[in-house]
């Protein structure tokens, strides 16, 4: 940096040395001295002088003395604005209103003004006729979060069909049973068993047994009949069974096992996967049994049905002694009984037999209910009740909301033949709908902005050069736009009946083009300059037509809902969804990041970092990630962008990024979906200190509001971003340098113990501590 020397070619001495200015500082000392300071000095300075040696005058009235200290008023002076002109020329430390703006301007950054928010308005109209909504029909919102109400207007005429007002969505059958089942709901009326009956669930082949704890009726919230059948232990179905390859049987018979031990070569009664009955059974390869031995109950499918002969009595030889005493000997043969042995396809958990018993004739003991739903999820097939006559226009955006009010915008086609209608797959709803679920067709999107028609700016002056007009209103509305800036603006200009054209500067314009730019203060006042290109015609009046309004503060759900001025057979709107996409004009302190940063790009996106930051710039864009991925066809690696915030940004987003690339070059971008995580910590606290003004102080030091772009508590999803790795190290530092804070007992993050060197979310997701929390020593921060 440049010193200031005070000297002069007859005194060889200083007044001050050079200045010392550490880097990094958000203000530069660069004052040499104040008035006192001088003035010392230079008394100091006089001894020094051979010829002032003498000089002895000290009194307040002494011409030398009142010239000297002229002389320190003016180093004084000096060296203030020396001071407030250095700090005024960096970005990082300069303070006055307007500095940044220039200093930007200096790299051909245009600050980004404030943009208007949108909405998705789901409308209702009367009559059997189509509905014309001409543009411009304006819509209100409530008054929220201190806000006053704002003015939402329709960019282009849409046409209505009363037939798509709304339709109610089929509660979905379950489809899976759950992975724990202490129960089924049966129909009623097919209900065979109860209270200590076996039964024997066939779930997609997986062979579970249990016992009947009681029946009962069951209601439910969709009002369809039904019998609750209680487990005695609940059974584990595999992931694979459903209820529709799924069935429910009982015995209808029964039968002991063979109880005598075996003579000679004949089989043992129970080996590890065949067992002989005591009788001789009706039974064939297939068929299913549960055997038992009182405490234990498994079901086994029969491989093989044999039948073998077990001797009852054995073999006797008798001797029988006539009245003549002749002795002769009868042999007598062995009495067998024939009964049915049995090979199972799998082991029997059993070492005896002798409590054994088989249980057969398998008959369904009821038929199972899938039951129905109480939320919906995307995939899940959306069947309309009532939706019988197709529509004579084709929707293709949709609103879906539940019964709790949550909401989800999707794009789709109807089918009245089928009675349905198929959403898109993409993007991820996030989150499912509860019963009942309303499905709304007539949608209209709705921009912020009220509309001021020909304002009068002004009246052209051919002799002037550089003709400039002010807005009445503020803020200029701007709206997303599929550009490479990502925005445009509402202003039209009209000079005598003519429209001229805006443009970023005059660089380059010829002279007869009819053109003007659009410059904004501090105080979000608009103002427009003429004569880069051709000048005014004097007498012309200047016309503007505008709409005003932009903000990043966006009206809540339901809140968007009230007609301005009525329009013929509009009965009413919807408000599902929350608007989304606004933002404030850049401030000073975003102007200070994000104009260097935009030094990265000079109009083109080549690296990854480039597209990083591109993303980054957009409205609503709280945090952004590039990476390379392979294209869908698996040919060529891709730019992949993943960013948090709202998924109806991704278009907006996608264009700008397309306009500062190649026009081949393949790019995604997609909404980082929000990972719940919760940190737990433990902390043992100072005891000189208070506690709860210590956790506060552990709590914003993790999870402090986010200013600016990459601000905010370390556990932000501004700082971590899309795929971004909390550091145990980083958590650990962050807590131990709170003051007040002994020691660090123990920190889990999600329940488990946080030992490793960091924890990752899920590709493309982000940590989502605002859900789970931050917990400190039991407390939630």
């Known amino acids: ?162 037939r798509l007002n709304r339709y109610e969505v089929e509660r979905v059958a379950a489809t899976s049973l759950p992975p724990s089942l202490p129960g089924v709901l049966v129909k009623p009326s097919s209900c065979r068993v109860s209270g200590g009956k076996l039964l024997l669930l066939n779930a997609n082949g997986t062979l579970l047994t249990t016992k009947v704890a009681s029946t009962e009726a069951k209601a439910q919230r969709s009002r369809q009949p039904g019998t609750l059948i209680s487990f005695s232990s609940p059974l584990s179905p595999p992931a694979s069974a459903t209820y529709r390859n799924s069935q429910l049987l009982t015995p209808g018979a029964s039968c002991g096992a063979w109880k005598r031990a075996p003579v000679g070569a ?45 001797t009852v009595i054995e073999a006797l030889t008798s001797t029988i002694t006539a009245a003549d005493k002749k002795v002769s000997t009868l042999l007598s043969p062995p009495i067998k009984v024939a009964v049915t042995r049995l090979r199972f396809d799998a082991t029997l958990p059993f070492t005896s037999s002798a409590s054994l018993v088989v249980h057969y004739a398998m008959v369904p003991a009821a038929d199972l209910l899938a039951p129905l739903k109480d939320t919906l999820a995307q995939g899940d097939p959306l069947f309309l009740l009532g939706f019988q006559d197709a529509p004579r226009l084709a929707a293709s955006q949709l609103l879906l909301e539940d019964g709790h009010g949550d909401g989800v915008a999707t794009t789709g086609t109807l089918d009245a033949s089928a009675q349905c209608a198929t959403p898109a797959t993409a993007p991820a709803w996030g989150l499912e709908l509860w019963a009942p679920v309303q499905l709304f067709a007539n949608v209209i999107p709705a921009s912020r902005g009220e509309s001021v028609k020909g304002e009068l700016l002004g009246v052209g002056d051919g002799s002037q050069a550089h003709q400039s007009f002010r807005l009445k209103k503020k803020p200029l509305t701007y709206l997303p736009a599929a550009n490479a800036s990502g925005r445009r603006s509402t202003l039209v200009i009209h000079v005598a009946g003519s429209r001229w054209r805006e443009v970023e500067n005059f660089y380059g314009v010829d002279e007869q083009e009819t053109v003007y730019i659009v410059r904004h203060d501090e105080e979000g006042n608009t103002d427009v300059q003429f004569g880069g290109g051709a000048r005014l015609p004097s007498g012309a009046q200047v016309l503007a037509d505008y709409r005003f309004g932009a903000g990043a503060q966006l009206p809540p759900a339901d809140s968007v809902k009230q007609l301005v001025r009525p329009v013929a057979g509009l009965r009413r709107v919807h408000n599902v969804l929350p608007a989304y996409g606004g933002a404030d004009a850049e401030s000073a302190a975003e102007l200070a990041l994000r104009g260097p940063r935009s030094a990265l790009l000079l109009g083109r996106a080549i690296s990854l970092l480039d597209f990083e930051t591109a993303a980054s710039l957009q409205p609503g864009v709280r945090a952004a990630k590039a990476s390379w991925r392979w294209d869908p066809g698996g040919l060529r690696p891709a730019v992949s962008v993943r960013y ?48 709860q003004q210590v956790i506060a102080a552990v709590g914003t030091a993790l999870f402090s509001p986010a200013t600016l772009p990459g601000t905010g508590g370390l556990l932000r999803p501004e700082r971590l971003g899309p795929d971004g790795v909390v550091i145990q190290s980083a958590v650990v530092r962050a807590v131990m340098e709170v003051p007040g804070v002994a020691s660090l007992s123990s920190l889990d993050v999600d329940g488990t113990p946080f030992v490793e060197i960091g924890r990752k979310p899920t590709a493309g997701a982000y940590f989502d501590f605002a859900a789970g929390g931050v917990w400190i020593n039991g407390e939630r921060a």
């Open 1 to 162: 940096m440049e010193v200031l020397e005070m000297s002069c070619p007859c005194d060889p001495h200083t007044c001050r040395g050079p200045l010392a200015i550490a880097a990094g500082l958000n203000h530069l000392p660069r004052a040499l001295a104040s008035f006192p300071a001088w003035r010392s000095e230079i008394l100091a300075a006089v001894g020094r002088e051979t010829a002032l040696a003498d000089w002895r005058a000290r009194e307040s009235g002494d011409l030398g003395l009142m010239l000297l200290e002229m002389a320190a008023y003016v180093l004084d002076v000096a060296s203030f604005y020396d001071q407030l002109v250095a700090n005024e020329s960096y970005l990082a430390t300069a303070s006055l209103s307007g500095t940044q703006r220039r200093l930007v301007s200096l790299l051909g950054y245009l600050p980004r003004p404030a943009i208007g928010s949108s909405v998705w308005l789901a409308a209702e109209v009367d009559g059997p006729r189509l509905i014309q909504v001409p543009a411009g029909t304006a819509f209100r919102s409530g008054a929220f979060q201190g806000q006053p109400p704002q003015v939402f207007e329709l960019e282009q005429e849409a046409t209505l069909e009363p």
């Open 266 to 310: 004949e089989p043992p009664v129970l080996a590890s996967s065949e067992l002989s009955l005591d009788a001789r059974i009706a039974l064939q390869a297939g068929d299913i049994v549960a055997v038992s031995d009182g405490n234990t109950t498994v079901a086994r499918r029969l491989s093989a049905v044999s039948e073998v002969l077990y």
């Open 644 to 691: 948090i915030g709202d998924d109806q940004l991704a278009p907006v987003i996608r264009a700008v990024l397309r306009a500062l690339a190649e026009e081949d070059a393949p790019i995604a971008v997609l909404s980082a979906p929000a990972q719940p995580a919760r940190l737990d910590l433990a902390i043992n606290i100072d005891p000189r200190q208070v506690p």
